[in-house]
């Protein structure tokens, strides 16, 4: 098939054509959630792009296999391998188990992508389920001479790497800059970015869950997980690895590092990074100031939807601040594209030719490094085009595979001040109207739409039936 995406590939730091290893199919993978605490609408925003991703790649016909990990052992507090397991700080805190965090936090992550209308990936694996597999990778790498024993951990020998640094044009030391806050040196390291892949020995002994090695009771360390579960489910050659940007360094080019050392080739060809959600203070957090979850923005009356449109309206390879006031602006613009949508006619035939041209420019806009801004813009353009009623109800909900807005879904019906003589008066209206399409009396069926909208009652034919609500 014809590959026309262009996407920003972090490895090589341009727009590039995407053209997956085997024709019309994808392998992608993305990192997960660690499910220690609620998602705040930053990581979200990670997820919701991705899932853009998908069904950009599925719109344009391929044939997409998803996986995602489950943090639900070994990532510390700091990505440098330094301070509490967070599943067991998470724990401590509820006064629960690890494993009983892990499900909950879990169940609330899909929940949350299940209301922004994120697609769940088609495999989704617990780190817990493949310690089989990174004990494996582990005894490999150790095999080759790409690992090391020390202080009673296992590490990843950094110095026997050609090029360590592959996804970052930043010197060693800006690196180094930046995680220098948390990072506590670890004198069993032998080069400053080794990295830990099996835990046998922590500061924190209580660590709640460990499994038995050739290297001693222990656990694995974060970045093997994600290298051990997509080779698990994609095989050795991957063709898009996704995650927010702070995962660049260290863990994706950890990931890097271990899964080519371990395969002794090339491992995935593109890599994309969702820039930060911000707020007005600057990066958002799950400990300080407000934490911003999709039950808070519903508990303030935001549909996710809105939440939605806010993100898609940016460039995913910006960053993006966060602000009630910019919400209340997606809100009205939702709520008016839905009511425009909403008030299209069903009858008629769609335009075929017409219909093509804009979904090839809705393409175009997607295939422009995932524009999803430019995509909107041909949803308003095709919105006011002189073309029929039905041929714009069919691209809207064409476009909708992507966007996901649910912008043909009805808006909730008003139960609320509509007195039980206008609720007659409008069935009366509704049957007259059937009995009218019914005898091919279009007119006299527009004439009742008419005249329903003018006592401020927009109707909509559904494969259910006619629905109505007052505007
Ligand atoms: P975590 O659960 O901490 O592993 O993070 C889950 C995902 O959210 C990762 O892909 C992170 O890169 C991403 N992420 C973290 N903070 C933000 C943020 N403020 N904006 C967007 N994505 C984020
Ligand atoms: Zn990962």
């Known amino acids: 098939m014809e590959n026309r995406l262009r996407i920003y ?134 095999e080759k001479g790409y690992a090391y024993v ?116 090339k491992w995935c060809n593109y890599w994309m990074h969702v820039h930060h959600l911000n707020d007005k203070s600057g990066k958002m957090s799950k400990s300080k100031g407000e934490f911003l979850t999709v039950s808070l923005l519903e508990s303030k009356g935001y549909d996710p939807m809105v939440y939605r449109l806010f993100c898609l309206q940016s460039h995913y390879r910006k960053p993006l601040e966060f602000s009630y006031e910019v919400m209340d602006q997606a809100a009205a613009a939702y709520a008016k594209l839905k009511k425009r949508i909403a008030a299209l006619s069903a009858d008629g035939a769609v335009d075929r030719e017409a219909f093509a041209e804009f979904r090839r420019r809705f393409e175009d806009a997607l295939c422009s490094d995932l524009n999803t801004s430019s995509a909107i813009t041909v949803l308003y353009d095709m919105l006011k085009a002189e073309i029929g009623d039905a041929t714009k109800r069919a691209l809207a909900e064409s476009f909708d595979e992507v966007l996901s807005l649910r912008l043909l879904e009805a808006p909730a019906q008003e139960t609320t001040a509509v007195d039980e003589e206008l609720t007659a008066w409008i069935e009366e209206r509704l049957a007259e109207r059937k009995e009218a399409k019914k005898s091919k009396d279009f007119a006299r069926a527009d004439a009742i739409r008419a005249e329903l909208l003018e006592k401020g009652v927009q109707i909509k034919d559904t494969r259910e039936g006619t629905v109505w609500e007052r505007i």
């Open 150 to 265: 020390s202080g009673e951990n296992v590490y990843f020998d950094t110095s026997k790497l050609n090029e360590y640094y592959v996804l970052t044009n930043h010197s060693e030391e800006e690196l180094l800059e930046g995680v220098r806050d948390d990072v506590e040196v670890d004198a069993n390291k032998k080069n400053k970015n080794d990295f830990v892949l099996w835990f046998t020995k922590s500061k924190f002994e209580d660590q709640a869950l460990k499994w038995d090695s050739p290297w001693g009771v222990g656990y694995p360390g974060w970045h093997i997980e994600c290298s051990g579960i997509s080779i698990k489910h994609l095989g050795e050659r991957m063709d898009i690895h996704c995650g927010g940007v702070d995962n660049i360094f260290p863990h994706h080019t950890n990931e890097i590092a271990q899964s080519e050392a371990y395969l002794g080739h």
């Open 9 to 142: 590939n972090t490895l090589t730091r341009k727009v590039e054509l995407f053209v997956p290893n085997e024709d019309g199919k994808v392998g992608m993978y993305t990192c997960g959630p660690t499910v220690y605490h609620f998602a705040h609408i930053g990581n979200l925003r990670s997820y919701l792009m991705e899932d853009i991703l998908e069904k950009t790649l599925r719109y344009l016909g391929y044939d997409v296999k998803r996986v995602m990990n489950i943090t639900d052992v070994g990532h510390l507090s700091s990505d440098a391998d330094t301070g509490e397991d967070k599943m067991v700080k998470g724990a401590k805190r509820e006064h629960k188990t690890v494993m009983e965090i892990a499900k909950f936090y879990t169940d609330a992550f899909f929940e949350d992508c299940r209301k922004l209308c994120i697609k769940r990936p088609d495999v989704v694996e617990p780190a817990t389920n493949c310690i089989g597999e990174f004990i494996h990778m582990v005894e490999t790498l150790l």
